[in-house]
T-cell receptor, first 111, second 113 residues
Framework: AQSVTQPDIHITVSEGASLELRCNYS??????LFWYVQSPGQGLQLLLK??????LVQGIKGFEAEFKRSQSSFNLRKPSVHWSDAAEYFC?????????FGTGTSLTVIP | NAGVTQTPKFRVLKTGQSMTLLCAQD?????MYWYRQDPGMGLRLIHY???????AKGEVPDGYNVSRLKKQNFLLGLESAAPSQTSVYFC????????????FGSGTQLSVL
């Protein structure tokens, strides 16, 4: 069965520091991979996605993610975090008309 | 330019009551989904639809029913609500290809007492 693991439940970083959120997936073929962000009381918004081609993908708000097939990972990064990046981040895998989400990583940004 | 609209936004039910959540999208999307979000569990797929008149079970379908009589609407029903169904429910839709993003509604917070 497909699964998505986000090992970090909560991360705290200082504003201006770099950020990496981890995501590992379990799936036989190359899946469609996504990162979504959820602000409090809101639905989810797409940050970026990968389905083929260049393994380093750029998204909105200065985020990027790298697909590593050998590690079954799709980690999200940002060089310099802003206070407005505080939110919940979800990694997702798309396959067979369905989308499977990880349990999420909550990001706190310290001024 | 409403996107995905969910009604109601909040609801409190007593155990055993029934209710229907409505999801409406104005983007002519083929695919629609119902998720529930619980603390520490992420989003789990309840049911989904690949087009008008079709529905399929997701990861956690028990206790829920759905209907897609019109392309723009996807209804989620709880016939006999249970406290375990206390959750935040999200509807999402997408146009067609699997590499296309999901558009999410703003959620329905449901409490079952």
């Amino acid at each position: 069965a497909q699964s998505v693991t986000q090992p970090d439940i909560h991360i705290t970083v200082s504003e201006g520091a770099s950020l990496e959120l981890r995501c590992n997936y379990s799936y036989g073929a190359t899946p469609y991979l996504f990162w979504y962000v959820q602000s409090p009381g809101q639905g989810l918004q797409l940050l970026l996605k990968y389905f083929s081609g260049d393994t380093l993908v750029q998204g909105i708000k200065g985020f990027e993610a790298e697909f590593k097939r050998s590690q079954s990972s799709f980690n999200l990064r940002k060089p310099s975090v802003h206070w407005s990046d505080a939110a919940e981040y979800f990694c997702a895998v798309g396959t067979g008309n369905q989308f499977y989400f990880g349990t999420g990583t909550s990001l706190t940004v310290i001024p | 330019n409403a996107g995905v609209t969910q009604t109601p936004k909040f609801r409190v039910l007593k155990t055993g009551q029934s209710m229907t959540l409505l999801c409406a999208q104005d983007m002519n999307h083929e695919y629609m989904y119902w998720y529930r979000q619980d603390p520490g569990m992420g989003l789990r797929l309840i049911h989904y639809s690949v087009g008008e008149g079709t529905t399929a079970k997701g990861e956690v379908p028990d206790g829920y029913n759905v209907s897609r009589l019109k392309k723009q609407n996807f209804l989620l029903g709880l016939e006999s609500a249970a406290p375990s169904q206390t959750s935040v429910y999200f509807c999402a839709s997408r146009k067609g290809q699997m590499n296309e993003k999901l558009f999410f509604g703003s959620g329905t917070q449901l409490s079952v007492l």
